[in-house]
Nanobody, 121 residues
Framework: QVQLVESGGGLVQAGGSLRLSCAASGSFFRINAMGWYRQAPGKQRELVATIDSGGSTNYADSVKGRFTISRDNAKNTVYLQMNSLKLEDTAVYYC???????????????WGQGTQVTVSS
């Protein structure tokens, strides 16, 4: 069984910073891309940032220059450093990972349980 466990969410004032972490555990052969998505109340889940196994990154326009995604392959962990937070960043943030369970298997997408980020004025 593969699990993604997020941590680091919370309440922060506008302009502040938070760092999210997501660790993958269980039995698997390889983690390909990892990423962060978010879902605000009444809105669809949207991509925030992704990072592939080689370290190439992709960001939503709304977070470019403020958020930084990184990963530690030795720890099977992806991070999201969020700076200059805005009220509109308030959402539940979900970790996602494309994981290959065995050498012979196709990869599949896995999701974490989500962590709440609330930005106050």
């Amino acid at each position: 069984q593969v699990q993604l466990v997020e941590s680091g969410g919370g309440l922060v004032q506008a302009g502040g910073s938070l760092r999210l972490s997501c660790a993958a555990s269980g039995s698997f052969f390889r983690i390909n891309a990892m990423g962060w998505y978010r879902q605000a109340p009444g809105k669809q889940r949207e991509l925030v940032a992704t990072i592939d196994s080689g370290g190439s990154t992709n960001y939503a326009d709304s977070v470019k220059g403020r958020f930084t995604i990184s990963r530690d392959n030795a720890k099977n962990t992806v991070y999201l450093q969020m700076n200059s937070l805005k009220l509109e960043d308030t959402a539940v943030y979900y970790c996602n990972a494309d994981i290959r369970r065995t050498l012979a298997a196709w990869s599949s997408g896995y999701w974490g349980q989500g962590t709440q980020v609330t930005v106050s004025s």
